[in-house]
């Protein structure tokens, strides 16, 4: 487990700068349009409330600069995480 998430953390912080393109710490907003449709598209599709997908969508620019920093995008992943283990909890993730 200590290996997986390792890679998990890594990868959160690629994707990110991955699609950074002019300042490497931040996301604009065209940038996080095609992060949510390119890295997070299923998830946003395959929730089960809308809304909430909204909600975590429009709470991401927390400080109201127009921009997504790597704590804002932490925090929609772990959003988009708590929701989906929700919704699949007992069907994907029980444990024998």
């Known amino acids: 487990a200590r290996r997986r998430l ?3 953390v890594g990868g959160l912080c690629s994707a990110f700068h991955v699609r950074c ?3 490497k710490f931040q996301l604009n ?3 996080l349009r095609n992060l949510l449709g390119g890295e997070l598209s299923h998830y946003l599709e395959a929730s089960r409330d809308p809304r ?3 909600e975590i969508i429009s709470d991401l620019d ?3 600069d127009g921009t997504m920093d790597f704590e804002e995008f932490v925090a929609m ?3 988009l995480t708590n929701s989906d283990f929700s ?3 007992k069907k994907k993730y029980s444990v024998s």
């Open 6 to 8: 390792h890679c998990i």
């Open 52 to 54: 909430r997908v909204q």
């Open 87 to 89: 919704v699949n909890s």
């Open 62 to 64: 927390k400080n109201l």
């Open 21 to 23: 393109s002019g300042n």
């Open 29 to 31: 907003r065209a940038e």
């Open 77 to 79: 992943v772990t959003q």
